[in-house]
C-alpha cells in the first residue's frame, strides 16, 4: 500500500465493494489469493525487474529473458507451483520468450495430435525441459493459407523414415517463436507424400539442434529472422527461420492421432473431421481472448488513474484544475474501453468453458461442436485483439504527451500486443471463416434446420427480420430484453443480407469473394452480439458484494450502448432502430459515462495489478505521477554523461565552425 495516496479523494466515491469486484473480476476467491501471490513473488524478485527493459540490446533483452525463463523455472520446481500458480508467474513475468511456445502451442500439439505411445515418449521429456519445443507451421510464402504450405515430408519405405525437405525458398519455415535460437525440437507442419501421393499438410516431431552443444543438426539451417516492431516488447522472442535439406526422421515420429502412415506406406485416415489438424491453434485462440482482457485492462488502468491525477484548465479565482477525467470527451473514449475490458474478461471466460466442453465431447467421438468451436474462438479471437490494440493506443492518446514516453508502459504495451491482430491467424482471414459458417446457416433455416450454440438466435428468423424495437425513452435502453434484441436483429439482418446478395452472383464463391467487406461487417455484428449476450448473462447471475452487480450492469450497458452507437449505421440501415431510439441510445450512455465516473478509479483498481506488472509510471496505485516521471528520466542512458558522447566528435566542431564563421563577418 502506498504511503500518500493521491488517488484516495477518488478510491473513497467508489460506491461498491473494492475486495468484492476482485472476486468478481478474477472468478473466484481462490482464484484473486493465488494471482495476488504470484504477483508480489514475482514484483520481489530483482531477476524479474523490467523496468530497464527498453533500453536493452536485442542480445541483452534475449538473454536476459533466458535469464528469467531458467529462474523463473527454478522457482517453479523449488516452490512446488501448480499448474495455475506457473502459468500466473509467467503472466506477471510479463516477457515473450520461448516458453510460451513450448509449453503452449509444442506440449498441446503433441497432447492433441499425438498417439497415447507419442504423448508418453514426448511428454515427459517436454514438461522437464529436457528438450525445448516450438510449433513451426507458417513459411515464408504462405502463413494464413495453411494448405498451401510447401515443405515436404516423404516417407521412404527402404528406411522406414521420413524425409523432411524445403524444396523453394518460400518454403522456409519463418515466424515460429522460440525457433530462431532456443527450440531443439520442434512440430513441423508439411505436406505428406507417401506412394507417391500428395496427402496435405500433417504435423512432425523433428529434432533441429543438438542436445549436446546446441549445434544445429546435418541438413538443418537455422536462425533468428532479425529486430520486430518497438524496442523491447516481442524482440524477447527469437521468432526464427528453418530449412531442411532432406532430413530425415523415423516415421514414428510423424503426429498419427488423426491419420497414420504403415510401415508398408500405406496412408490411413481415422474416422475423425481432418480440421482437428488445426486443434492446437483453436486452442491457442481462446487463451488469446482472455489475454485480450490482460492487455486491456493493464492500459485502461493507466489510462484512469492518470486522466484522474492530471489536471488541465477549468481553474477560477486561483481554485484546481479540472482533472483531465472530468471532461465528457475524455470519459467518452476511456469508459467504453473500460467496459471492453470487463466484457472480454467474461466472454473469455465464457469462451474457455465452451473449449474445455467441445473438447470433453471430442474424447467421447461427438464433433457436433466443433464449428461452433471454431466459429467462436477465430471470431473472438479476430474482434478483441483488434479492439485491443486499438484501445491501447487510445490510451496512449488518453495520457497525452507522457503517454508517448516508455516509462508510461504504453509503447511497449502497444508493440508488444500488435502482433496480436496476426498471430494465430489473420483477423480478417479469420472473420471471414466465421461469415463463412454464418451464411451457411443461413442457408439452412429454408430446411428449417435449427441452429444451435451462438447461433441459435437466427432460428428465430422470421420474427428478427420484421421485429420493430419497443424503446420510447433513454431508460428503456437500461432493458436487457430491448438490447439483446435490436443486437440480434442487426446481426441476422446483416447476415441474411449478405446471403441474398450472394445468391444473386453467379456462384457462391464469386458472391463470397465480391460481398468479403460486408461479409466482415456481418461476422462483426454476429461476435459483439456473443460478447453482449455473455455480459447480460453474466450480470443475471449472482454476484455478492456490495454494490458490484450495479456497477457490472452499468458497464454492461455502457459496452452494449457504446457498441450501438459506433455501429449505428448498422442498425439503422437494417431497420432495427429508429434515428431517435438511436439519439435515445446515446442519451443513456451519457448517463451511464456519469455514473461509472466516481467509480473508475475503483473499477481499475478491481483488477488488482501490482505496479511492478503495469510497468508504468503513470499508472501508480499512489498516483504519485510527477515525482516518478522526473526521477525516471535521469535513468536514460543518454543521462548518464552530462556532456554527451559524440560532443567532441560532432556538436563542438560544428558550433565552433559556425562561431568562426560568424566572427568572419
Ligand atoms: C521469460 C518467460 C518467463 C516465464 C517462465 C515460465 C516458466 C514455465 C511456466 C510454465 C507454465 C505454463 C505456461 C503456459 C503458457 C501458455 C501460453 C499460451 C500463449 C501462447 C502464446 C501465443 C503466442 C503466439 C504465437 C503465434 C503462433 C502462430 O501464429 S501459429 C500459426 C497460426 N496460423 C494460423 O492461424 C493460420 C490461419 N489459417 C487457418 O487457420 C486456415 O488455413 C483457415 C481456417 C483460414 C483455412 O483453412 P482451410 O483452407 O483448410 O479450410 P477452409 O477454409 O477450406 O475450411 C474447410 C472447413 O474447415 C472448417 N475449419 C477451418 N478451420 C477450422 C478449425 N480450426 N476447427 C474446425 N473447423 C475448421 C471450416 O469451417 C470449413 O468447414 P466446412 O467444410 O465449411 O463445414
Ligand atoms: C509475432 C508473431 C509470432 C508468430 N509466431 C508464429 C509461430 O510461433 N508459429 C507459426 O507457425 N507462425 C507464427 N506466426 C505467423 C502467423 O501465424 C502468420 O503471420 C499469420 O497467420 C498471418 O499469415 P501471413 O503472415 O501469411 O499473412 P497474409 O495471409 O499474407 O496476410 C497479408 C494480408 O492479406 C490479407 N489476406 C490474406 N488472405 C486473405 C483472404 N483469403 N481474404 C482476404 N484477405 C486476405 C490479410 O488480411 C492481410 O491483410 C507469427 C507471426 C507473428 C507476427
Known amino acids: 500500500m502506498a504511503e500518500v495516496d493521491h ?27 493465488v494471482a495476488d501471490r504470484m504477483a508480489r513473488l514475482v514484483a520481489s524478485d530483482p531477476v524479474f525487474r523490467k523496468d530497464n527493459r ?28 501448480t499448474e495455475e ?12 520468450g520461448y516458453v510460451d511456445l513450448h509449453w503452449g502451442m509444442f506440449v498441446p500439439a503433441i497432447k492433441g495430435q499425438g498417439t497415447e505411445e507419442q504423448q508418453h515418449k514426448w511428454l515427459p521429456l517436454a514438461y522437464k525441459f529436457q528438450i525445448i519445443g516450438c510449433y513451426a507451421q507458417t513459411e515464408l510464402g504462405h502463413g494464413s493459407n495453411v494448405q498451401g504450405l510447401e515443405t515436404t515430408a516423404t516417407f521412404d519405405p527402404k528406411t522406414d523414415e521420413f524425409v523432411i525437405h524445403s524444396p523453394t525458398l518460400t518454403s522456409s519455415k519463418w515466424w515460429p517463436g522460440g525457433l530462431g535460437k532456443a527450440s531443439t525440437h520442434a512440430v513441423v507442419y508439411a505436406r505428406l507424400i507417401t506412394e507417391g501421393k500428395d496427402y496435405g499438410i500433417h504435423g512432425f516431431i523433428v529434432q533441429l539442434r543438438s542436445l549436446e552443444d546446441h ?9 533468428d529472422i532479425g529486430g520486430k516492431f518497438g524496442s523491447g516488447a516481442y524482440n524477447s522472442m527469437d521468432n526464427g527461420v528453418l530449412r531442411f535439406d532432406h532430413v530425415r526422421i523415423p516415421r514414428d515420429q510423424m503426429l498419427m492421432r488423426l491419420s497414420q502412415v504403415t510401415r508398408e506406406g500405406k496412408y490411413v485416415h481415422s474416422n475423425v473431421p481432418k480440421q482437428l489438424l488445426y486443434g492446437t491453434m483453436v486452442y491457442v485462440r481462446q487463451s488469446i481472448v482472455a489475454d485480450a ?10 489510462a484512469v488513474r492518470y486522466s484522474a491525477v492530471r489536471k488541465q484548465f477549468g481553474s477560477q479565482d486561483g481554485g484546481p484544475e479540472t482533472q483531465v477525467l472530468n471532461y465528457k470527451t475524455q470519459q467518452s473514449r476511456l469508459f467504453p474501453l473500460l467496459a471492453s475490458a470487463y466484457a472480454f474478461r467474461f466472454v473469455g471466460d465464457w469462451l474457455n468453458w465452451l473449449y474445455t466442453d467441445v473438447t470433453q465431447k471430442l474424447e467421447a467421438k461427438d464433433f457436433s461442436t466443433l464449428q461452433e468451436a471454431h466459429a467462436c474462438t477465430a471470431g473472438l479471437k479476430a474482434v478483441t485483439t483488434s479492439v485491443t490494440a486499438d484501445a491501447i493506443e487510445e490510451c496512449r492518446k488518453l495520457c497525452g504527451g507522457h503517454g508517448y514516453l516508455n516509462s508510461s508502459g504504453l509503447p511497449e504495451l502497444f508493440a508488444v500486443y500488435v502482433p496480436a491482430c496476426t498471430y494465430e491467424g489473420d483477423n480478417v482471414v479469420l472473420l471471414l471463416q ?12 429454408a430446411s428449417g434446420k435449427q441452429p444451435v450454440g451462438t447461433m441459435a438466435y437466427m432460428g428465430k428468423v422470421q420474427y428478427l427480420m420484421q421485429c420493430k424495437s419497443a424503446v420510447s425513452s433513454a431508460e428503456d ?6 438490447i439483446q434484441e435490436a443486437f440480434e436483429a442487426r446481426a441476422l439482418r446483416m447476415a441474411v443480407n449478405c446471403a441474398q446478395n450472394i445468391s444473386q452472383a453467379a456462384s457462391q464463391e464469386e458472391g463470397f469473394y465480391e460481398r468479403s467487406p460486408d461479409l466482415l461487417e456481418a461476422a462483426v455484428a454476429h461476435i459483439q452480439l456473443i460478447i453482449v449476450t455473455k455480459f447480460i448473462e453474466k450480470v443475471h447471475q449472482e454476484i455478492p458484494g456490495h454494490g458490484v452487480k450495479e456497477q457490472l450492469q452499468a458497464l454492461c450497458n455502457v459496452y452494449a450502448l457504446y457498441i450501438l452507437h459506433k455501429h449505428l449505421g448498422d442498425f439503422l440501415a437494417t431497420g432495427c432502430i429508429t434515428p431517435r431510439q438511436g439519439a435515445l441510445a446515446n442519451e443513456q450512455l451519457g448517463k451511464l459515462y456519469a455514473q461509472v465516473r466516481p467509480n473508475a478509479v475503483a473499477l481499475v483498481d478491481a483488477f488488482n495489478y501490482t505496479d511492478h506488472y503495469l510497468g508504468s509510471v503513470l499508472g501508480r496505485y499512489d498516483g504519485d505521477v510527477y515525482p516518478a516521471l522526473y526521477e525516471e528520466a535521469w535513468k536514460d542512458p543518454l543521462n548518464e554523461t552530462v556532456v554527451p558522447e559524440g560532443y567532441h566528435e560532432y556538436l563542438r566542431p560544428l558550433i565552433k565552425q559556425q562561431q568562426l564563421k560568424l566572427s568572419r563577418l
Open 215 to 223: 549445434s544445429p543438426l546435418p541438413g538443418v539451417t537455422l536462425g
Open 7 to 33: 488517488l484516495a479523494a477518488e478510491r473513497a466515491t467508489a460506491r461498491f465493494d473494492v475486495e468484492e469486484m476482485k472476486v468478481a473480476w478474477a472468478g473466484s476467491r481462490h482464484a484473486v489469493h
Open 293 to 302: 482482457s490482460k492487455a486491456l485492462s493493464r492500459a485502461v488502468c493507466i
Open 54 to 81: 527498453t533500453m536493452l540490446s536485442r542480445k541483452e533483452l534475449f538473454k536476459d529473458t533466458l535469464r528469467k525463463a531458467a529462474h523463473a523455472w527454478k522457482r517453479i520446481v523449488e516452490l512446488r507451483l
Open 477 to 482: 435502453w437500461l432493458n436487457p430484453d430491448a
Open 434 to 445: 466465421v461469415a463463412r459458417i454464418l451464411m451457411k446457416t443461413v442457408s439452412q433455416l
Open 85 to 96: 500458480e506457473a502459468d500466473l508467474l509467467r503472466q506477471y513475468v510479463d516477457q515473450p
